[in-house]
C-alpha cells in the first residue's frame, strides 16, 4: 500500500512563500507521476502541477505557472511544491498525488492512484 505523506502549509500574507512537501516511503514503482492539486469548498479539484520521476520538466495550471515550482528529490522519494508569490486566490486544500499506471502527467485526478491527506494552505489580504 502506497502511503504519501504530507507537510507544510499554513497562513502567509500575500505576496509570500510557502513551500509543500510529499513524501512516498518505500514507494518502488519505477515508472510513476507525482502531482499537486488544491480544492476549495464547492468547486472540483484543480490540477496545479505534476512531474515524472524520471526526470524533466514539470508542467503546470496556468493560474500558477511563473510563481510555483514543483521539484523532486529520488533519494528521499519526496516531491516539494515551492509556491512564490501568493494570491488570496491560492487559499485551498493541497494535495499531492500518484500516478502509478503511467509515466504521462495527467491534469485530470482521475488519472491517478493515490492521495495524501490534504493540507490547508490560507493567503491572506
Known amino acids: 500500500q502506497v502511503q504519501l505523506v504530507q507537510s507544510g502549509g499554513g497562513l502567509v500574507q500575500a505576496g509570500g512563500s510557502l513551500r509543500l512537501s510529499c513524501a512516498a516511503p518505500g514507494l518502488t514503482f519505477s515508472r510513476y507521476v507525482m502531482g499537486w492539486f488544491r480544492q476549495t469548498p464547492g468547486k472540483e479539484r484543480e490540477f496545479v502541477a505534476g512531474i515524472r520521476w524520471s526526470g524533466g520538466n514539470g508542467i503546470y495550471a496556468d493560474s500558477v505557472k511563473g510563481r510555483f515550482t514543483i521539484s523532486k528529490d529520488n533519494s528521499e522519494n519526496t516531491v516539494y511544491l515551492q509556491m512564490n508569490s501568493l494570491k488570496p486566490e491560492d487559499t485551498a486544500v493541497y494535495s499531492c498525488?500518484?500516478?502509478?499506471?503511467?509515466?504521462?502527467?495527467?491534469?485530470?485526478?482521475?488519472?491517478?492512484?493515490?492521495w495524501g491527506q490534504g493540507t490547508q494552505v490560507t493567503v491572506s489580504s
Open positions: 498525488a500518484l500516478r502509478s499506471s503511467s509515466s504521462a502527467i495527467a491534469t485530470l485526478r482521475d488519472g491517478y492512484d493515490y
